[in-house]
């Protein structure tokens, strides 16, 4: 069964930085893509950044840029999102995803089809 596990949110001051995980098992990991989403109360969940394990290819959504960075380790099947200089509207709960049959990235939720159970970051200003 495949299975995608977030951790690392939290509660951080405007400015800080956080380093979520997500751990994947019950597929091969290196031939999919692996996106991280978020969603805030009373909004709709959003493509925030992705990388393809296959060829490497990535995603950025605007409020990304400059900001997340996303990397992998493949042999501990894991993806990681750097967040740097975290502002309040960054505030959600984040989700990390796989799409069953692409292996190159997009911003749509409707391109995933497993997910992990989410993590809260709560950026305080």
């Known amino acids: 069964e495949v299975q995608l596990v977030e951790s690392g949110g939290g509660l951080v001051q405007a400015g800080g930085s956080l380093r979520l995980s997500c751990v994947a098992s019950g597929f091969p990991f290196v031939d999919y893509a692996i996106g991280w989403f978020r969603q805030a109360p009373g909004k709709e969940r959003e493509g925030v950044i992705c990388i393809s394990l296959s060829d490497g290819s990535q995603y950025h959504a605007d409020s990304a840029k400059g900001r997340f960075t996303i990397s992998s380790d493949n042999a501990k099947n894991t993806v990681y999102l750097q967040m740097n200089s975290l502002k309040p509207e960054d505030t959600a709960v984040y989700y990390c995803?796989?799409?069953?049959?692409?292996?190159?990235?997009?911003?749509?939720?409707?391109?995933?089809?497993?997910w992990g159970q989410g993590t809260q970051v709560t950026v305080s200003s």
């Open positions: 995803a796989a799409p069953r049959y692409r292996n190159h990235c997009s911003g749509s939720r409707y391109h995933y089809d497993y």
